[in-house]
Structure formats: structure tokens, C-alpha cells
């Protein structure tokens, strides 16, 4: 018989802080425009990063809410130059298959502007990747599982803080999503009820380093947002 879940118990909220109107719009301005320099790079440099700036960001992604406060997310952190090699082969391979007989041709235009193919030496390069995996429940220390809820919202809300505190410490990413992903599993040895999200590329941009002009191009907020209006 399993014990008693400890009672919930309200704490004072530790670390809020609220600022002047006038200082708030500043903050949420200097946000916005810090986030807007954020682009994706296909080309890294292939310096390393100090992994005390990766385990920071990856605790930066574990703050994010998650459904029941469940956390069901977990990072593989591929540093190895023999591991990023069997990544990059096992990715193309898959790429490679998805180019050539799986994409529909309306995803191969909306590709276009992006210059991508099948073709995916950034894998070795970046001196960083993160393999990250969505856990559809959790085992106990008994053994028994329990089911996760609100998965995909909740690793994907950390997905996005990860990449936020990437750019804030000065790195660049790319969301390199392989369709299928299942070979992370193997490579990063991770159970099979985990599945595979994202594979998240980090690093320096190279010198010289381009990114397309389409990426750059972001919807204005009146085209993602409006405001209901008093009936």
C-alpha cells in the first residue's frame, strides 16, 4: 500500500517582486528586444562551452511549470565527439528518408526559404547537443509508474526556457527535430516511454556565420494576439 501523499501546505510566495508601471514596460521592452537578436544558426563554431553554463541553463529549464508539478522532461547532454558522429549519421539517415519519399511537397516549400537538406554537419560541429525526451510517467522508488499529465505543453514550455537562457548566457541554438527521432533513445540510452522531442543544437555562431533572411521575418502583434472588447 502506497503512503499517503505529504498534505499540500502554502508557504509565502519567496521571491516575487513587483515593479513601478514605467519600470515594468522597460523591463518587458528590454526582454522583447534582447530575444529579438535571437536567431537561428546552422553554423557553429566548434569551441566549448563551460559546462557550468549548460548545467545553469538546463536548472533555468527545470523552473518551468509543468502539469501537477510533475517535470516530465529529462536532457541528454552530447559533448563526445565518437557520440555527436553516431547522432549526425543516424539523424542524416533519417533526413535523408524524409526528403526523399515522406515530406509532402508543401513542407518541402515551406523548407525552401531555409536553404535545409538532408544534410547535417552543424551535429558535429556545435560543441553541444541536447537530446530532449518527454516522459509519459514516472516510476516510484517501489517500482510503480504513475501517468504524467500535460506533457507536451509542459516540455515544451521548458524546451522554451532552455533556449531563452541559452541566449541570455550568449549562445545560439538551432531545434533540430529528425522525423522519426526514436534512434535518441538508443544513443542516449533512454527508456522507450520517453520519447524524443527535440534535438537541441548549442554553440558559438562560426565566424561569418549567415542566417536566412526569412527567419528574421516575425509576425507583428496584431497578427498573434487581440484584445477582447467589453460586451
Not at 196 to 212: D, E, M, R, S
Request: neutral net charge.
Amino acid at each position: 500500500m502506497n503512503p499517503k501523499p505529504p498534505p499540500y501546505v502554502l508557504e509565502p510566495l519567496p521571491a516575487y517582486r513587483e515593479y513601478p508601471a514605467a519600470e515594468m514596460v522597460e523591463r518587458a521592452r528590454n526582454f522583447r528586444s534582447d530575444l529579438a537578436r535571437r536567431r537561428t544558426v546552422r553554423d557553429f563554431d566548434s569551441r566549448a562551452v563551460p559546462r557550468e553554463v549548460i548545467e545553469q541553463c538546463l536548472l533555468a529549464a527545470g523552473t518551468a511549470p509543468s502539469g501537477a508539478n510533475q517535470q516530465p522532461w529529462f536532457f541528454s547532454v552530447i559533448t563526445d565527439a565518437a557520440h555527436k558522429r553516431r547522432v549526425r549519421d543516424a539523424a542524416e539517415a533519417e533526413e535523408r528518408s524524409f526528403y526523399r519519399e515522406r515530406a509532402p511537397q508543401e513542407w518541402l516549400d515551406a523548407l525552401a526559404p531555409l536553404g535545409t537538406d538532408s544534410n547535417k554537419p552543424f551535429l558535429e560541429e556545435a560543441p553541444v547537443l541536447i537530446a530532449i525526451f518527454a516522459q509519459k510517467y514516472g516510476v516510484r522508488a517501489d517500482g510503480e509508474r504513475f501517468s504524467h499529465y500535460y506533457v507536451p505543453e509542459s516540455v515544451g514550455i521548458a524546451s522554451g526556457f532552455l533556449i531563452a537562457a541559452l541566449h541570455h548566457a550568449g549562445l545560439a541554438t538551432l531545434t533540430h527535430t529528425p522525423n522519426p527521432m526514436g534512434f535518441l533513445n538508443k544513443l542516449c540510452g533512454r527508456p522507450n516511454a520517453e520519447k524524443p522531442t527535440i534535438l537541441l543544437v548549442v554553440g558559438y555562431p562560426k565566424a561569418g556565420c549567415q542566417v536566412p533572411v526569412h527567419g528574421g521575418m516575425k509576425k507583428p502583434l496584431a497578427e498573434i494576439s487581440c484584445w477582447l472588447e467589453p460586451d
